[in-house]
């Protein structure tokens, strides 16, 4: 039962433009969005996260969307930099829970030069 | 300010040997979470403690795995009679208690059953 999905195992963009990275998830008790970045042989670092309370969170070239009656959320990075390349997970709590993360599978950014 | 610290980094087991795996959470930073990330997999949540407690280990297997995080010194995730499904990364993570969920991870612990 995967509740938090990424659709899109990989997306390649060019240096400079933007990446738009998706994630969908199912269980409506989940309240607060964070995305993790990746890199071989390393932990997640953190990004970027939301509350349910707000639809767009900014940091930096870091955005985070939220849209909860699609249950949608979406990461975007402008501009995109080759030192982004990495897995990009989609990680979510629910309210009244242990604050465990429940994460999607990940997908690969490539930025090209 | 010192990250989250798991050792070993690389641990190879026979089947039927222990594995225990070590995490030191960041300084001032109370609550330890421990996932397990197979190949292309995401990172699965196993179990939450705080200091002498355990919170949450629904994610855990029912046998052979336990975890525990003392008054002093580290986290440690034990697993007892490996087999190869075991094999994986397992990632520790830490947070204080504020602000709400940003979980700082570790670099992990691949774990190699023979």
């Known amino acids: 039962d995967q509740q938090v999905k990424q659709n899109s195992p990989s997306l390649s963009v060019q240096e400079g433009r933007i990446s738009i990275l998706n994630c969908d998830y199912t269980n409506s008790m989940f309240d607060y969005f964070l995305w993790y970045k990746k890199y071989p042989a390393e932990g997640p670092t953190f990004l970027i996260s939301i509350s349910s309370i707000k639809d767009k969170n900014e940091d930096g070239r870091f955005t985070v969307f939220l849209n909860k009656s699609a249950k949608h959320l979406s990461l975007h990075i402008v501009p995109s930099q080759p030192g982004d390349s990495a897995v990009y997970f989609c990680?979510?709590?629910?309210?009244?829970?242990?604050?465990?993360?429940?994460f999607g599978k990940g997908m690969k950014l490539t930025v090209n030069p | 300010n010192a990250g989250v610290m798991q050792n070993p980094r690389h641990l190879v087991r026979r089947r039927g040997q222990e594995a225990r795996l070590r995490c030191s959470p960041m300084k001032g930073h109370s609550h330890v979470y421990w996932y397990r990330q197979l190949p292309e997999e995401g990172l699965k949540f196993m179990v939450y403690l705080q200091k002498e407690n355990i919170i949450d280990e629904s994610g855990m297997p029912k046998e052979r795995f336990s975890a525990e995080f003392p008054k002093e010194g580290p986290s440690i995730l034990r697993i007892q009679q490996v087999v190869r499904g075991d094999s994986a990364a397992y990632f520790c993570?830490?947070?204080?208690?504020?602000?709400?969920?940003?979980?700082?991870f570790g670099a992990g612990t691949r774990l190699s059953v023979l």
């Open positions: 993570a830490s947070s204080p208690n504020n602000p709400r969920n940003i979980q700082y």
């Open positions: 990680a979510a709590s629910a309210q009244g829970g242990s604050e465990k993360l429940v």
